[in-house]
């Protein structure tokens, strides 16, 4: 196996001990209950949230103001616990569930992708049901297919949505005059640019989802693939995208020798100029880097001609949090019109927000309307136009594997 290179896990210190005043560990007493009485519940107690820990500004944002908010107005303690892979906390959940743990299990609330949905949707891993029990539900879009699916496999009412997001590549124009303009250009850049790219090693997301561009290009459109996993497609449109991969890798960065284990690391070796090309699911943090002084004012985001991935992520529940009343209390603050905006300033974050701004108070809207958008990061309206739906989970794992298994190897 190629060496990757690695990023430490930043997980933060917790004691996970179940609320005082919990709710049972299924839940079920909670659900239609007024809103009132689901708050005062959750009071005084505290609510462990797992998520990907690999930015700066987002652990920010939940740490400072979500979990400010969470403790001046409700007294909950948000204990943010920093992933390098959302399957870490799957997993846990997946053990916990193995060992007959039902009622006191150590994860409240996971910032989850379709993948690793799919496998607690149908491992009875997820609490389910609730999702019109929280007041600012009435802002999400349930209609939207692109909302009440989550890379296929139908929401259900087992999580609720947090952001969008949608994959944009960046270059520094005082370095790079012309940077590839689809995933075919890439491909012929990469060979005539030797050194100059690479990408993290799939199954980070970042990485996955440039793979998948490869994979959209090798079977001639992504709507050759839309449907059900069929293993007869795959193995045709695999054979073709590993060939592809594997003839780029010796004129990779380091000749593909090693690969970097998450996007942070790439955003290193583009800020150092190791690598001319830079890409994320979140345009935003262009703009980001570009004020914090990470990358210079001349890096510049931007599309593809032939598209890129873009889909929502979620926030879930597992099935035996004990602290179900406290998480529901956070999801609810998470899609609040106010910490949707906070979240989408450029200096905060940046990212799309997944509820309907038209559907929020008239203040909200005027915030929103306010934002000013860094001229470095890739126009939202923009990608939009060239937006690629992502695969059913089932494809995403065997191309995740199959990378392993025949590039990565």
Known sequence: MKKILGAALLATSVAFTPNAFADTADGKSLLGQPWEKIVETAKGGQVNWFLWGGSDD?????????????????????????????????????????AGVTDKGSVDMIWINGENFRTMKQGGLAYCGYTDTLPNNKLVNWENPAIANDFGVPVDDCEVPWSKAQFAFAYDTARTEKPPKSIGELIEWVKANPGQFTYPAPPDFNGSVFVRHV?????????????DFDQAKFDEVSAKAW??????????????????????????????????LYFNYEPAGVGLNIENGTFPATVKGYGLSDGTIGNTNYTIIPFNSPNKAAALVLQNVLLSGAAQYEKAKPDVWGTQPAIEISRTADDIKAKFASIKKHPAVASAEELAKNALPELQASWISAIEKGWVANVGQ
């Open 215 to 227: 994979f959209y290009h090798a079977a001639g459109g992504v709507e050759n693939l839309l449907g």
């Open 243 to 276: 060939k592809i991969l594997n003839d780029m890798e010796p004129y990779l960065w380091r000749e593909g020798k090693t690969y970097p284990t998450s996007v942070n690391a790439l955003e290193q070796l583009f800020a150092n100029s190791e690598v001319a």
């Open 58 to 98: 987002i652990n920010k944002y939940v740490t400072e103001y979500v979990g400010g908010i969470l403790k001046n107005d409700y007294g909950i303690t948000l204990n943010r616990v920093g992933l390098t892979d959302t399957a870490e906390a799957v997993n846990i959940v997946l053990s916990e569930k193995e």
